[in-house]
């Protein structure tokens, strides 16, 4: 409904728009970390009225005529990308690379060259769907994108497989950890940063160091047995030195994104429009990355973005990974992993709100007042 | 997916071959846009859907009707800047080879005359089809009026762009993606409706 400016309204369901679509009765949705970027007003292209979330899980109640394995009565998780399975991306695996699914693909031409796929709730560069903080949602190709969760798994240890839980495997996937020697650095202990933390330990980092200011995320992290690093503290770049012999960490994820914290040349240039992305976390970690290391990038940047070190990036020969989460190709495996119990992607939720009180929850949310690190709305209530 | 071919002002008339099908508008004053995408579906299907003329009704995004007359010629009626005037002009098939290319252009007497190919190739590696349209055609109010258009979504190297996408998209997942009757919040009375949604218990 504008800057900073959520809403709960009534509005009518979801139909039936083309062939391939069902339709969802949600049962848990959550807010994402990069919501908060739609929220602060800093991604292009939303209109009032738009419906957020990307992040939801329900049961099939509808499903349009060309569905073919979804059944009505699925119990399901939607990926946040929607791709067709068709095209060359998709089968290549690069899901949310998919040609075919973003009405606006012209607009996303004319800011990126190309267009990515769509993504629910996310600004109509991306495709205008309307999102899943909401009682029902009409999801395109039911048979590709959303997972059925046959076992009796509770909401909150599947739901995140929509989003958060493959965004951080991917980021750990990226870094192309060797088993017992790969040290990993992880700017951001938000959602992604933990889910970022505890893949690459699954992955078999050696060890992997945990960076943010705020305690309650570091302590998280921390119990997931990541070395925490208070920035606000101590300099990063010295101390990664140190804990890493002198050599620095073989791969450092970027989970912030554009909205990072403590550059206020990038904040001015920001709020002034000159800059649309605030790369603090950026260049911390090109700098602080080995010489021949991978920065894995997870967080969202959506435009312009100012000094970057490439220099840096150059004269160590980093890798660089980045970009939307292919997130179907996470979905079994990760689906696995939590029914054998090698992890409970639950832990992270710090607070529910009914979604009659999502105005409220975003503000939570927003300002991390009482240790909000992830929120769970109920649809229901 | 669109070639980064941007359209180009051909000067002192359209001579010689522009493609090897030799599409040619006859005044002096055509512009020429040329738009490509890669498809993963066999050139034979392609093609047969091209073919099929009224089939392009399905994806061209503008509203216009196409009516088939012979096995090369059909009418078509479209809207056309300026001011969204109806126009209706016959299009003739010139040249047509199975699974690998389509020529036609406008009969005598069309108020904007164009001709255009569609050629179909296999990608590299066999990876899909490579589906090229070229369009030339006189644009109505000449050269200034077809700047004016290029600034709109009505200019031709966008709309063949977007009748590419839409025929991907058909073809390569069976629908074109559309937000077209989705729900969203009510905009309009900002203030009021929030406070009605606050103070209304959900069920």
């Not at chain 2, 090897?20 to 579906?41: E, F, Q, Y």
């Not at chain 2, 050139?43 to 009707?65: D, G, H, M, T």
């Not at chain 2, 299009?91 to 252009?105: H, K, M, Q, T, Y």
């Not at chain 2, 979504?153 to 839409?166: F, I, P, S, Y």
Request: include cysteine; glycine fraction near 10%.
């Amino acid at each position: 409904m504008g800057k900073r400016r959520v809403e709960v309204q009534e509005v009518r369901e979801p139909r039936i728009l083309n062939p391939r679509d069902c339709i969802v009765k949600i049962t848990s949705t959550a807010i994402c970390g990069s919501d908060l970027h739609l929220y602060n007003g800093f991604v292009p292209t939303m209109e009032k009225g738009d419906i957020l979330g990307h992040e939801f899980m329900g049961e099939i109640v509808e499903i349009g005529p060309a569905v073919k394995l979804r059944k009505v009565g699925d119990r399901v998780v939607v990926p946040f990308t929607i791709a067709c399975g068709g095209c060359h991306h998709c089968q290549r695996q690069e899901w949310s690379c998919c040609d075919n699914t973003n009405p606006n693909a012209a607009m996303a031409e004319l800011i990126n060259g190309y267009s990515g796929s769509a993504l629910f709730g996310y600004s109509h560069a991306f495709g205008g769907y309307a999102g899943g903080q909401a009682q029902y949602a009409r999801v395109p190709f039911a048979d590709v994108g959303p997972i059925k969760i046959e076992s009796d798994l509770p909401d909150a240890k599947v739901l995140f497989l929509s989003d958060i839980f493959p965004t951080g495997y991917m980021a750990a996937e990226n870094c192309a950890i060797d088993p017992g020697r790969s040290t990993v650095a992880v700017w951001g202990c938000g959602p992604v940063g933990q889910f970022a933390v505890r893949s690459a330990l699954l992955l078999g980092a050696a060890k992997v160091f945990a960076i943010d200011r705020q305690p309650e995320r570091l302590a998280m992290a921390q119990a997931a047995g990541a070395y925490p690093l208070d920035e606000s503290k101590l300099d990063v770049h010295e101390r990664l030195k140190e804990l890493t012999g002198g050599r620095g960490p073989d791969a450092a994820i970027d989970a912030v994104g554009m909205e990072a914290h403590g550059s206020l040349y990038d904040t001015v240039k920001q709020r002034l429009k000159l800059e649309q992305d605030r790369p603090f976390v950026l260049r911390q970690a090109i700098r602080a990355v080995r010489k021949g290391g991978v920065l894995s990038i997870p967080g969202v940047y959506t435009g312009m973005v100012d000094k970057i070190p490439f220099g840096a990036a150059f004269a160590k020969g980093v890798t660089f990974k980045m970009g939307q989460t292919h997130v179907h190709r996470y979905l079994r495996p990760l689906l696995e992993m939590v029914q054998r119990g090698r992890i409970d992607p639950s832990f992270v939720v710090t607070h529910r709100f009914p979604l009659s009180r999502a105005a409220e929850a975003y503000e939570t949310f927003r300002d991390r007042t009482d240790g909000c690190i992830k929120v769970v709305l109920d649809p229901a209530a | 997916m669109d070639s980064s071919i941007t359209p180009t002002r051909r000067r002192g008339g359209a001579r010689g071959p522009v493609t090897s099908s030799k599409i040619t508008v006859p005044d002096g004053d055509s512009v020429k846009v040329v738009r490509a995408c890669t498809i993963m579906r066999p050139a034979a299907e392609l093609y047969a859907f091209w073919r099929e003329v009224e089939n392009l009704a399905q994806i061209i995004k503008y509203p216009c009707s196409i009516v088939r007359i012979s096995d090369t010629e059909s009418r078509w009626s479209a809207s056309a800047p300026p001011g969204d005037r109806r126009i209706e002009w016959t299009s003739l098939v010139i040249n047509d080879e199975p699974s690998r290319l389509i020529a036609w252009r406008t009969a005598e007497g069309a108020e904007i005359a164009h001709a255009g190919s569609v050629r179909f190739e296999p990608a590299p590696g066999d990876e899909g089809t490579e589906v090229t349209v070229a369009l030339e055609y006189n644009p109505p109010g000449g050269q200034f009026a077809a700047l004016v258009a290029k600034l709109t979504d009505k200019e031709a190297g966008q709309q063949v762009a977007e009748t590419l996408r839409r025929f991907k998209a058909l073809t390569e997942a069976g629908e074109i993606p559309t937000i077209e009757g989705q729900p969203a919040g009510n905009a309009q009375d900002d203030g009021a409706a929030a406070v009605d949604a606050e103070q209304k218990d959900r069920p």
